[in-house]
């Protein structure tokens, strides 16, 4: 079943305590994105990649960082958490990253709490 | 805007019932549009896609018109079904490979059995 897989789906961590949530495509998708969530504030960018070890920053970086070294896995890195990322994330995947579709396929999501 | 579980706007039809969402979208110079569903507890999912070449297309029980002239989409549900229960984002961008998605603020649409 082609699919966005994010991990964890739930996950309440602490102020500091660095953390990953992965994400994984299964449709050999060249594009890659994350998203947040936020009451009032829609979602937004964090950031994306064209395709492997390509990566930039989108609308609201600071705080995260991410990874493409392998076209399927897209982590985002979480350093030192604070409350303020207290969001949903959703990871994002499309074939191409310019060209004929510009369908997403969004993964299902994952609810951080920081504390 | 306002985003999902928060005081959306709430549009509710019987099912069988035609369906038409609204969204105005900000930036004269987008020039792709895109319809997502996200039902509680998921992803959005893609639903209809339209270029700015374009002023309607059709899907399967879904049409989507864009007035470029007044900056408006709206998305046309043809019988509408309880599992349309959702709620409907339009997303705007200039279709470069940043593909940022800039998100509507959401209808809810609830189907009356």
């Known amino acids: 079943e082609a699919q966005v897989t994010q991990n964890p789906r739930y996950l309440i961590t602490v102020t500091g305590k660095k953390l990953t949530v992965t994400c994984s495509q299964n449709?050999?998708?060249?594009?890659m994105s994350w998203y947040r969530q936020d009451p009032g504030l829609g979602l937004r960018q964090i950031y994306y990649s064209m395709n492997v070890e390509v990566t930039d920053k989108g609308d609201v970086p600071e705080g995260y960082k991410v990874s493409r070294k392998e076209k399927r896995n897209f982590p985002l890195i979480l350093e030192s958490p604070s409350p303020n990322q207290t969001s949903l994330y959703f990871c994002a995947s499309s074939l191409k990253a310019q060209g004929d579709t510009g369908e997403l396929f969004f993964g299902e999501g994952s609810r951080l709490t920081v504390l | 805007g306002e985003s999902v579980g928060l005081h959306l706007p709430t549009l509710s039809v019987q099912e069988g019932d035609n369906s038409i969402i609204n969204c105005a979208y900000s930036?004269?110079?987008?020039?792709?549009f895109i319809w997502y569903k996200q039902e509680s507890g998921k992803g959005p999912q893609f639903i209809i896609d339209i270029r700015s070449n374009m002023d309607k297309r059709q899907g399967q029980r879904v049409t989507v018109l864009l007035n470029k002239t007044v900056k408006h989409l709206s998305l046309q549900i043809a019988a509408t079904q309880p599992g349309d229960s959702a709620v409907y984002f339009c997303?705007?961008?200039?279709?470069?490979?940043?593909?940022?998605?800039?998100f509507g603020s959401g209808t809810r649409l609830q189907v009356q059995p």
């Open positions: 449709m050999n998708h060249e594009y």
């Open positions: 997303a705007e961008t200039l279709d470069t490979g940043r593909r940022a998605l800039t």
């Open positions: 930036n004269s110079a987008s020039d792709y």
